[in-house]
């Protein structure tokens, strides 16, 4: 099981295996063989290729949905299946080059009885590349039509289970089936990929947990994941017991991308609020750092395939469908509405909507008629049946209300309904509602758009052709609350729910020129015929390539257990420091430098009481009385905060306010850097924070001798870094000309002096030591945060600088296992007392105390 407890030891060594180590999984072979009978399956024809043989050489993409782009049919004893042409994973295939081959991952819409699964598999894999997950009847249920379409899917629309009647609570088995699922999922790409060379595309919300699941059995998958839903805002998202597991989730993917900037912003906004991250937006992309790796962020509405519908415009019997259904709406003005049946598509709205035009304006009684085509709901229970029962009543009051003989305001198309005849539908409508109240991106207005254009053929079948031709015209009404809003510029954007604004929108299309609907429809049909299903798949991918170009430059270490789970990305020099490993090195030097940070190295971050324990103390004296050591604390507090908490260590050294000050033991004086001591910046600096501090609840100002610090760690977290980077641009622009810098760091602005940094603490203590002919030959530095990385890089620097003198032994070592300049690391502040408790002992003779007697001593 997932939460299975481990030792600290045991979970050490799992941590470390280096993904260099990792062998995989058997998987099956890259060329597969087989017969496919025509008559059952018409395979080779559907696919495209000559034989059942998989080219070893091709580039490989497997796009993994929840269901494969397959329709399946029963013809007596057997299975016959061909493609599912009007499935969105089909058609972007052609966005990918054309050596590339696709495998599809996902289930089947039949079930599939479990004595023929193999076969069937099997007849899929080779036919169309095609490999099935059959999920027993009892998980699909709990999974699909229970955590995804009855809690997941509400949610994610932004309707939260206040009550039983109002939306399914959070169900802990149907999660656990989703769970369960996703595996499935994972075992089944397992079984295809090459880690080393395929590049893995995931699809929508139904698997937001395979990343996860995917990278922990292969640390460098390239890996994409795109969302076809919407992703709701913070205060939504928030809600969901299980909202850590799923965000750590996408962003181990290395691109995820959204149809909108709304549902990458509410992701980022997130990533923010939960995990303390920040995005960076770099030449046009949006950047996380996520424990080293670089994930990105993409947005780009999906297109339609145009061919697909031309094709279907241009056959006579689509031609002969539209004129029938000119000739039964001759003289009216026809507004079409195609939907699923679904709680959140806004069909009552709509038909209210309607009902209010019709109250308003009597003349449209009789000439306006709205076409509802519904297609079946994707799920079932009784919030389906309510929205069914309530439209229909609605429509009923309607064309009771205002219905004539031979004329109905509403009228039903239940469906469902073939492509040809949707497109029928479209090709006659004036004009086209999409009122969802919420919706993750609906196609339904590029359709719209396509097929008023039509085709040649199809305007050649109509007589539609000659002098006497009408320039192309089309009318949308769209919801501002679903994500293909965005893109169409030339719609008339309602809020669904204000019914009157809906009404006015129906009238305004009924009563637009000629000349304005044409414009409209031309600024459509330009951006969709532009930004189709290829554009969008060709898009991701060639993002998804640029995304995992530096999988190889690093070393990958898995941490974490169950869904917890993530890569850290580290240089390759990165090295765990043991005390073995540095022993050998201590007890043959003879004139050491120690430099600890305080805050999160020696004492852990999350510690309130910050005062350092006894364990501390006694190592740090245990260090220091030896002769030949130098041990320094250099932190950024201040120096009265130090000199108290280290008053029990007459000989520690203490660097305070990033070396501003320094004392070299308890006995002798401060001395300062030398920079400059003129702080009338003071004087300007401190109004500004003070402005900030009023206007940033849970903000404050910190007062150092030599430098101001505003602190936002305890405000909200978005507020606080936005005020924190207008306070950075503020301060920067009033103290330009003063002898300061601005910095920015984890949850604090601080101004200080210019040049003033932990890195010249290193090098200023150095030249001490060696100015006094005690030149160290072995260096230890500790810290955890960003400035101690100055120290980490003024480190480096000396060992590149031939100029200066050699010091044999240097050990920098960052704590927490995260990028770094540092070449080694420990993982908290209790490896760090430890590791010094074995330096303290390593160089004592036999008779001397142990680490363990110094620990009991405490």
Same mark, same amino acid.
């Given at each position: 099981m997932e939460g299975t407890m481990l030792s600290r030891s045991c979970l050490g060594l799992l941590n470390l295996v280096s993904v260099d180590d990792y062998t995989g999984l058997g998987r099956v072979p890259r060329v597969v063989t087989g017969d496919v009978p025509e008559l059952e399956m018409n395979a080779r024809e559907k696919s495209g290729s000559d034989d059942g043989v998989w080219a070893v050489s091709r580039e490989r993409r497997i796009v993994v949905a929840n269901q494969l782009p397959i329709r399946a049919f029963r013809e007596g004893k057997k299975w016959r299946f061909e493609w599912d042409k009007d499935s969105l994973v089909l058609q972007l295939k052609d966005g990918f080059p054309s050596d590339v081959e696709v495998v599809y991952v996902g289930s089947l819409k039949a079930e599939i009885e479990a004595c023929e699964q193999e076969e069937v598999a099997q007849l899929l894999l080779e036919g169309f590349r095609c490999v099935p997950t059959f999920i027993p009847a009892e998980v699909h249920n709990k999974f699909y039509h229970g955590f995804c379409k009855h809690y997941l899917?509400?949610?994610?629309?932004?309707?939260?289970?206040?009550?039983?009647?109002?939306?399914?609570?959070?169900?802990?088995?149907?999660?656990?089936?989703?769970?369960?699922?996703?595996?499935?999922?994972?075992?089944?790409?397992?079984?295809?990929?090459?880690?080393?060379?395929?590049?893995?595309?995931?699809?929508?919300?139904?698997?937001?947990?395979?990343?996860?699941?995917?990278?922990?059995?292969?640390?460098?998958?390239?890996?994409?994941?795109?969302?076809?839903?919407?992703?709701?805002?913070?205060?939504?998202?928030?809600?969901?017991?299980?909202?850590?597991?799923?965000?750590?989730?996408?962003?181990?993917?290395?691109?995820?991308?959204?149809?909108?900037?709304?549902?990458?912003?509410?992701?980022?906004?997130?990533?923010? =609020?939960? *995990?303390?991250?920040? %995005? +960076?937006?770099?030449?046009?992309?949006? /950047? &996380? @750092?996520?424990?080293?790796?670089?994930?990105?962020?993409?947005?780009?509405?999906?297109?339609?395939?145009?061919?697909?519908?031309?094709?279907?415009?241009?056959?006579?019997?689509?031609?002969?469908?539209? =004129?029938? *259904?000119?000739?039964? %709406? +001759?003289?009216?003005?026809?507004?079409? /509405? &195609? @939907?699923?049946?679904?709680?959140?598509?806004?069909?009552?709205?709509?038909?209210?909507?309607?009902?209010?035009?019709?109250?308003v304006d009597e003349s449209l009684r009789g000439r306006v008629v709205l076409?509802?085509?519904?297609?079946?709901?994707?799920?079932?229970?009784?919030?389906?049946?309510?929205?069914?029962?309530?439209?229909?009543?609605?429509?009923?009051?309607?064309?009771?209300?205002?219905?004539?003989?031979?004329?109905?305001?509403?009228?039903?198309?239940?469906?469902?309904?073939?492509?040809?005849?949707?497109?029928?539908?479209?090709?006659?409508?004036?004009?086209?509602?999409?009122?969802?109240?919420?919706?993750?991106?609906?196609?339904v207005p590029y359709e719209y758009t396509v097929c008023r254009q039509g085709t040649v053929a199809l305007d050649k079948a109509l007589g539609d052709q000659g002098e006497g031709e009408k320039p192309k015209q089309s009318v949308i009404i769209v919801s501002e609350f679903i994500g293909c809003s965005p893109s169409l510029s030339g719609a008339i954007r309602v809020n669904?729910?204000?019914?009157?604004?809906?009404?006015?929108?129906?009238?305004?299309?009924?009563?637009?020129?000629?000349?304005?609907?044409?414009?409209?429809?031309?600024?459509?049909?330009?951006?969709?015929?532009?930004?189709?299903?290829?554009?969008?798949?060709?898009?991701?991918?060639?993002?998804?390539?640029?995304?995992?170009?530096?999988?190889?430059?690093?070393?990958?270490?898995?941490?974490?257990?169950?869904?917890?789970f993530r890569i850290v990305a580290l240089d390759p020099t990165l090295r765990k420091l043991s005390v073995d490993h540095i022993a050998s090195a201590y007890r043959g030097s003879h004139s050491r430098l120690i430099l600890l940070d305080y805050d999160g190295t020696m004492m852990p971050q999350a510690s309130i009481n910050k005062t350092p324990s006894r364990e501390v103390i006694s190592v740090l004296n245990y260090l220091c009385s030896d002769p030949e050591n130098m041990v320094f604390?250099?932190?950024?507090?201040?120096?009265?905060?130090?000199?108290?908490?280290?008053?029990?260590?007459?000989?520690?050294?203490?660097?305070?306010?990033?070396?501003?000050?320094?004392?070299?033991?308890?006995?002798?004086?401060?001395?300062?850097?030398?920079?400059?001591?003129?702080?009338?910046?003071?004087?300007?600096?401190?109004?500004?924070?003070?402005?900030?501090?009023?206007?940033?609840?849970?903000?404050?100002?910190?007062?150092?001798?030599?430098?101001?610090?505003?602190?936002?760690?305890?405000?909200?977290?978005?507020f606080g870094s936005c005020q924190a980077k207008e306070l950075l641009d503020h301060l920067e622009s009033v103290l330009a000309n003063e002898p300061v810098v601005v910095i920015r760091g984890q949850h604090i602005v601080e101004v200080k002096p210019q040049g003033l940094s932990k890195g010249k603490v290193v090098e200023d203590l150095i030249s001490s030591m060696r100015s006094k002919g005690k030149s160290p030959d072995f260096l230890l530095c500790i810290g955890d945060d960003r400035s101690d990385e100055d120290m980490f890089e003024s480190i480096a620097r000396s060992v590149s600088n031939p100029v200066l003198p050699t010091i044999s032994n240097m050990f920098a070592c960052t704590v927490g296992l995260k990028p770094s300049m540092a070449k080694y690391y420990l993982e908290d502040s209790s490896e760090v007392i430890k590791l010094l408790e074995g330096l303290a002992t390593a160089s004592a003779p036999p008779s001397s105390v142990t680490s363990q007697e110094l620990r009991g001593a405490l």
């Open positions: 899917w509400p949610l994610f629309h932004y309707m939260l289970p206040m009550s039983p009647s109002q939306g399914a609570r959070f169900d802990r088995a149907q999660w656990q089936a989703y769970v369960l699922a996703n595996r499935i999922f994972a075992d089944k790409v397992t079984e295809v990929i090459n880690p080393d060379e395929d590049y893995v595309w995931v699809h929508d919300y139904h698997l937001m947990i395979l990343p996860t699941l995917l990278r922990k059995r292969f640390h460098r998958v390239k890996l994409g994941f795109f969302l076809h839903n919407t992703f709701p805002s913070s205060e939504i998202y928030r809600t969901l017991p299980v909202r850590e597991e799923i965000l750590r989730a996408f962003l181990n993917c290395d691109l995820i991308g959204f149809h909108t900037f709304d549902y990458a912003r509410h992701f980022l906004s997130c990533c923010s =609020r939960m *995990l303390g991250m920040d %995005y +960076e937006s770099k030449r046009g992309y949006i /950047g &996380l @750092d996520y424990y080293g790796r670089n994930v990105t962020v993409k947005i780009l509405p999906a297109g339609i395939h145009m061919g697909l519908l031309e094709t279907v415009l241009s056959l006579p019997q689509t031609a002969s469908r539209v =004129r029938e *259904l000119r000739e039964q %709406y +001759e003289g009216r003005v026809l507004i079409l /509405g &195609l @939907d699923d049946m679904d709680l959140f598509k806004g069909i009552s709205l709509k038909f209210l909507a309607l009902g209010k035009l019709l109250e076409v509802q085509i519904l297609n079946a709901a994707r799920s079932r229970g009784k919030d389906i049946q309510d929205v069914k029962s309530e439209s229909e009543a609605i429509a009923r009051e309607i064309n009771e209300k205002y219905g004539q003989p031979g004329y109905q305001p509403i009228v039903f198309v239940n469906g469902p309904v073939s492509t040809q005849e949707k497109a029928a539908y479209y090709a006659v409508s004036d004009c086209c509602v999409v009122n969802a109240v919420r919706d993750g991106m609906n196609l669904p729910w204000n019914i009157d604004e809906v009404a006015e929108a129906m009238n305004s299309a009924i009563t637009m020129s000629e000349a304005e609907k044409h414009l409209r429809h031309e600024k459509h049909y330009k951006y969709i015929s532009s930004h189709d299903v290829a554009y969008w798949a060709r898009s991701f991918d060639q993002d998804l390539d640029r995304a995992c170009r530096e999988h190889y430059s690093k070393r990958y270490w898995g941490v974490g257990l169950g869904l917890g604390i250099v932190s950024g507090r201040d120096k009265d905060c130090l000199s108290k908490w280290f008053s029990p260590c007459e000989k520690l050294g203490l660097s305070a306010e990033h070396g501003y000050f320094t004392r070299w033991s308890k006995d002798s004086p401060w001395e300062t850097c030398g920079l400059t001591t003129d702080f009338e910046w003071k004087m300007i600096a401190e109004p500004v924070m003070a402005l900030y501090t009023e206007a940033t609840d849970g903000s404050f100002i910190e007062h150092k001798e030599s430098a101001m610090v505003w602190h936002h760690q305890e405000a909200d977290p978005y």
